[in-house]
Structure formats: C-alpha cells, structure tokens
C-alpha cells in the first residue's frame, strides 16, 4: 500500500478513518468554521434542523466582509442576520464593522487555523487558509448550517497534484507571478476536485504572505484544496496568535499523486492573466507591446493586499501621480493592516498621489461595493479573477497581475513591466 498524501493524512486525522483513499467518503470533525454574508443564508436551515445550540461558539467565526459598511438593504440585512445570530447563540468571534477584513485574512492574521487542521467556510477562497498545512476547503450555507449543527462534515477525499517550484525569483517577480504561471498549466478545471500540494525549495523559500497568494488562487484551477507543507515558517508566523494547538502532518515519501507539474523560476518574467480567464496567461513584455490603456486599478483583494503588497506597490508609486483619466483603488485585507499603513504613512502616499484608500473589505474585487466598471473599460487588478462581469460589466476587461506591475500601470495609464523601474 502506498504512501499518503497531505490531504489524506488530514482527513485520517479528522475522520478517524484510518488510510482513507481517494474517491472515498469520510465524515470529519471541522476545527475551524468560517462565516461571512453568505452563512447569513445557513441560517434557516439550521433551525430547521432543530438544533438548540450552536456544536463549539468558540470554533466558529463570523466575519462581514462583503459590503462594508452596507452598500445595499439587501446587504444590510444579511448584516443584520449575522448580528442577531451571533448575539443568540453566543457566538463570541464576531468581526462586525469597525474591527474587521477579509474573512480569510481575519483567519490567517488571527492564527484560526493551525497545521494540520479541517477547516470550512462559506467562501471559495477559504483554499488560503492551506497555506498554514492545513485542509481548508469552501462549502455551501447548507452545508455550513449542518456544520454549526453538528462540528462535522462529510466530504470525498480528493485525489492530489504536486506542484514542485525550482529556482530564484528574478527583480520584479513575486508570488502572483507564480501562481499565474501555474495556472497557465493546470488551467481552471485542471485540478477540479483535487488538492494541490506545494513542494520544492522555491515553496519553502515564500513567506506566508506569499504562500497565501498561491494558496489562495488553487480555487481558480478548481481546487478543493491548496496546501503547502507546514515549517519552520508556518510555526514562527504562528507562534503567538495561535488559537489552538496544532497537529502538523506531513505527506508520506512515498505518496501517489494524480499528476506533477515542475516549475521552473530562473528567468521567468512577471505574467497577467488577460480577459477573460485566470488562465489565459501571457508573458507581461507580450502585453506590454499592446500598449493596453486602463480606466481603472485596483490594489486589494484576499489574494494580494497584505503589508507586504501595499509596501512593494507603494514603493514604485512614491513620488509619482495617478495617470490621468485613471481610477487607482487601494483596499487593504483588514483593519490591522489599514492601522500599519496608517502608521508608515502608506494611506497618505497613495492618495497625495491621487488614490483612493479605502477601509479593509473585498472593495472591487467582486463588483458589489465599489470600484464597479463600465462597458467597455478596462481594469488592471491583483485579484483572482477576471471573469466577464466579475467587476460589474460583463463587458468590461480584466487583467490579473501583482501589486508592483498594478502601481506602475496606475502610474502611467497603460500595462506596465515592473522591472523597468526596479
């Protein structure tokens, strides 16, 4: 019998089940769940379900991350849902508006999930939280209602893929880069179903900010999962704000693997994803040549708006001007890395230079709060998807890539190669 993959060693951990395999069904005991507007909607059927209390309050976590504040009366009252159920069954990990972010950035910077953990939410890029080595997967308000209920879930152990990084990042390339250069191979279906594994000295060399990013785009290439292997680095990130004990778990040597993709980094240069898929990826000098002008940027997102990101964006835009006729939208992952740009002076160097810095939400990213575009405009973005109506119009255009090649676009109005000015 062969060895076993990270996945399956979690969902033995959590299932009881000893040697699950591919294709089977377990049934788990979740250590973390994870709510946001959409869990608003697990609400009725968890009182259907008749359940009289809530399984752990403590290994719950509602977070509103959505529409902040409210942008629509529809959204306040999800809000409003979420308020009134936290308050009644005593849910004390309630990240309202004020003290807030993005649900997985609440997560990650709040040690929620540590290695070796089941952990759900009602997002489809609650894959980040894998970064930690952790099985984090996005589930259903169904789903998430019979999770409250009962602390378990059943799920399919999934097949996994192994995706060896190799090599040293060249100037002007970062963890977008890579994770778009996967994409490129895997595709959006390549890994439906499946978990990826990280593996190779360039996945051990990221920091967690970037293991984030890559985690968090394995939903893109439908993923149920994206894990890398927990280290020396996930425990020194961890050491003092983990919720729980961890139980870290490592793949056996001699694991099977669906399939394995190598990637190679010397010399790569930075990609986008252009319109209108996250996998329609092209060498940044190919765009470049186009001259792509653009209405609008947005720096933010779950993917890319963390200190690191805004840091490295603010670098290239010290000094300079938002283009003309161009929108530049800052939004920062949450109120504690709002307060840290606040206090280096990030918020004031973006908007002396004509920006716009907002409080910590999903902001453009999905449309539905701000930075909305017209017909026919086009978007510059770090966010993980640039499907047609993605950012409001259905005919608009979306190009992915990373915080420093989105500032220097912002800059000068068109796609931009970061490398020029690093």
């Known amino acids: 019998m062969s060895g076993q993959t990270l996945a399956q060693k979690i969902l033995e951990r959590a299932s009881g089940h000893a040697g699950p395999r591919p294709g089977e069904i377990v049934v788990g005991k979740v250590d973390l769940a994870m709510g946001h507007e959409q869990g608003a909607q697990a609400i009725a059927p968890f009182l259907q379900m ?23 009366e529809g959204a306040a009252k999800l809000h409003q849902m979420l308020r009134h159920f936290s308050a009644e069954y005593h849910l004390p990990h309630f990240y309202d508006v004020g003290n807030h972010g993005i649900c997985h950035q609440m997560l990650a910077e709040n040690g929620w999930v540590v290695p070796g953990d089941l952990a759900v939410g009602t997002d489809s890029h609650t894959n980040m939280l894998g970064a930690m080595g952790a099985f984090a997967v996005g589930i259903g308000p169904t789903e998430f ?59 051990e060399g990221l920091s967690m900010s970037e293991r984030f990013t890559l985690s968090n785009m394995t939903t893109e290439m439908g993923a149920k999962a994206g894990m890398f292997l927990p280290d020396a680095t996930t ?9 729980h004990e961890s139980h870290p778990l490592l793949p056996d040597a001699d694991a099977t693997y669906e399939k394995e993709y190598s990637f190679d980094m010397n010399g790569m240069e930075p990609q986008v994803a ?68 606040l206090k280096e002076g990030l918020i004031e160097l973006f908007t002396q230079g004509g920006a716009v810095f907002t409080n910590s939400s999903c902001s453009a990213c999905f449309g539905g709060n701000m930075g909305i575009i017209a017909p026919d405009e086009v978007c510059a973005s770090t966010s993980n998807r640039n499907f047609p109506g993605r950012m409001g119009s259905t005919k608009g255009k979306i190009y992915l890539m990373s915080p420093a090649a989105v500032a220097l676009t912002a800059i000068r109005g068109e796609i931009s190669d970061p490398r020029e000015v690093l």
């Open 145 to 203: 209602a019979a999770v409250l209920a009962t602390g378990k879930i059943w799920l399919k152990v999934p097949s996994s893929i192994k995706i060896n990084l190799k090599g040293t990042l060249g100037k002007g390339v970062y963890a977008k880069d890579i994770v778009l250069k996967v994409l490129s191979q895997v595709k959006t279906d390549g890994a439906r179903y499946k978990a990826l594994e990280y593996h190779g000295s360039t996945a």
């Open 274 to 341: 252009c319109p209108h898929s996250p996998d329609n990826v092209r060498p940044i000098s190919e765009v470049v040549k186009e001259h792509v002008k653009v209405d609008q940027v947005f720096l933010g997102s779950c993917t890319n708006a963390r200190m690191d990101d805004l840091r490295e964006a603010a670098g290239i835009f010290r000094g300079h001007k938002v283009a003309p006729g161009v929108r530049f939208i800052v939004s920062p992952a949450s109120t504690q890395i709002y307060n840290q740009c």
């Open 50 to 72: 008749g359940a009289p209390r809530v399984w752990d309050p403590d290994r719950v976590v509602i977070a509103i991350d959505h529409w902040v504040p409210a942008s629509t």
């Open 235 to 243: 425990n020194e990130y961890l050491r003092s704000i983990a919720k």
